[in-house]
């Protein structure tokens, strides 16, 4: 393990102090912006992740704020996800893709007024591609990365906490909807939403000043709830197959290669054509893997004898099932149940291709 | 110092298992990649690049291709800096501009082939920027990430060490230009340029199964020469007065404001209006500091009395100057010579600011 060299360049958020303080001992890069990766260890993170509840810190999720009276239109471009019906308080996981149909970023989005779009950014700043297209194709809307750091409680606790420091009716928020619930004397954004499968709610902080009085106030709440600072877990976000940007997909895999084939509702956007013309011979497909598995930092060729029919992008050791949990992309040949070799920088492991994820 | 947690997403290079093998210690992620900090120490790494020769991993300098008929034109959209007098073997420095005149990146770029421009960036997916601008506008342009990852040579025998793999000719490079030198049978780019005031080469590999064959070509021609593996140096770079995108400057500053007043040549690109109209009231300066300088990992608020006047924007110990070397962004009404105060995370830190860099 190296050290992350910290820097100016490198942004700390409203919480690396806390979280620093809390313990965190590994960060990723995520959006240039600091985003911890571990505190105990990922089993551990893990265990406590699906027990209790935990605060993140994804201050990272950088929120591109497209606003006026052309932004609707813009939104419709970026997507093969029909946008229309999108109720006033409704999240949605919105594709967005080139020319070519490959996948820009993985974003959420939902509009906190009306004209006004926030897109919750994967790695990847897909906010100079929608300014770089606002600048050259004369849409009426400003766009610009809002002063606003998402902070996420996850865990199967986490309707206790949250109905603690923001009242009982954040509970009966729905799934992928948001409201404002009242803190401090104000008002703040909460989704029901988050990159686990624990459940669990944002919330998009949008003063500075609010950012350490709502973290101590999420540990203050659920001390008894054995409350701690975590983090997107690996072995958790694999076993639930939840895909990361950067890791199971680039600009060079469509909606249809990476699972996300229901979310292609109309081809009049700028990957349109190309969807509507696609051919996919490969997708992404849960792996089980043989121990010990290795840091996967970079992609696995996977083999059945001598035929290369695809390659591991993200993979972790699961206590929970005892096995390797993996996620490939997978020539569409090849089936669920088929007995393959993944090659990783500590040797060949056997696996097994399989139909579903593990949660 | 907490640990950089590892990713297919944080994406290798065609060197890091010879940089990792080769001792390095802590790392930084830059365009989604990963980029060396340090080896022995900021501050012996910094005496061995002034009296010898490092190789340098700077594969995250992606290099945007920007390639069709309309390069030239969309080129010239992107930036103030006259562009059609570049000789076929230069290299520019070309700071990017957005609508407001602020600075998107500061890459170099070249011309490898007529209709073909090399745009090698700073961090900041500036690609994505000028991908949105192609696709909105409708250039007959190609945009993409090429394959190719640069490796740099920097040091006071540079040019011995590259004169030796890459033949005497390499010699008579002149600065900011580049050419096209035999390595096993084959040719590569190399430009006499680099991240550093010790001299050197930037070497374009283009092909993957060349990048461990030069590396390890370099390290066998200059063991006489004491060459080492490293990586841009900190202290060496502030010293120097090398600006770093993402520290030093963003997208709210403007060339004039970072000292780079003498590339605003036009105003017939995005940019322009705005650089036409406007009028700076701060500038980059250097900023002696004294000591301990603790890791300028945010912007440091600087004061005179009660008035704050600007801030630090990077800093380290320099061994060589015996003092703390900064850079910041200062209010224009304060003159070089002026005694302030830093405020650092560790605490206030009495300072001077200077018209000059140290090197």
């Known amino acids: 393990m190296s050290a992350l060299a910290r820097s100016n360049r490198v942004r700390r958020t409203w919480w690396t102090s806390a979280v620093d303080a809390a313990g965190c001992s590994a960060y990723t890069v995520y959006n240039r912006m600091m985003l911890p990766a571990a505190f105990a260890g990922t089993d551990v993170d893990a265990a406590h992740l699906k027990r209790a509840v935990q605060v993140w810190d994804v201050a990272c999720e950088r929120q591109v704020e497209i606003t006026g009276p052309d932004a609707d239109t813009l939104m419709q471009m970026l997507t093969p996800r029909d946008l229309s019906a999108i109720k006033p308080d409704q999240c949605m996981y919105v594709p967005i893709c080139n020319r070519s149909g490959g996948m820009l970023n993985d974003p959420v989005a939902f509009k906190p ?190 083999t059945e004898g001598d035929t290369r029919l695809g390659v591991v992008t993200s993979a972790a050791w699961s206590q929970e099932f005892g096995c390797g949990v993996a996620i490939g992309m997978i020539d569409r040949r090849w089936d669920a149940g088929t007995e393959v070799v993944v090659h990783t920088q500590d040797g060949p492991k056997r696996a097994r291709l399989r139909e579903t994820f593990w949660r």
């Open 113 to 302: 007024r009306p004209d006004t779009w926030w897109v919750s950014l994967a790695d990847g700043e897909l906010r100079l591609w929608i300014e770089g297209m606002a600048e050259a194709g004369g849409y009426g809307v400003t766009v610009f990365e809002a002063d606003v750091q998402p902070l996420a409680i996850q865990g199967p606790k986490s309707d206790e906490l949250a109905a603690r420091v923001f009242g009982d009716a954040v509970r009966d928020l729905r799934f992928f909807r948001w409201g404002r619930f009242p803190f401090r004397g104000t008002e703040m954004i909460v989704s029901r939403s988050g990159y686990s499968k624990q459940g669990g709610f944002e919330i998009y902080v949008e003063r500075q000043e609010l950012a350490a009085p709502l973290w101590n106030a999420l540990f203050d709440a659920g001390a008894d709830l054995d409350v701690r600072a975590g983090c997107p877990n690996l072995v958790e976000r694999i076993e639930g197959g939840m895909l990361s940007y950067g890791n199971d997909m680039s600009d060079v895999d469509t909606p249809f290669e990476v699972g996300l084939d229901k979310y292609v509702q109309r081809f009049d956007c700028i990957g349109g054509a190309a969807l509507e013309a696609h051919v996919s011979d490969r997708r992404l497909m849960a792996v089980e893997m043989e121990g010990p598995v290795p840091v996967c930092d970079r992609a696995w060729p996977i």
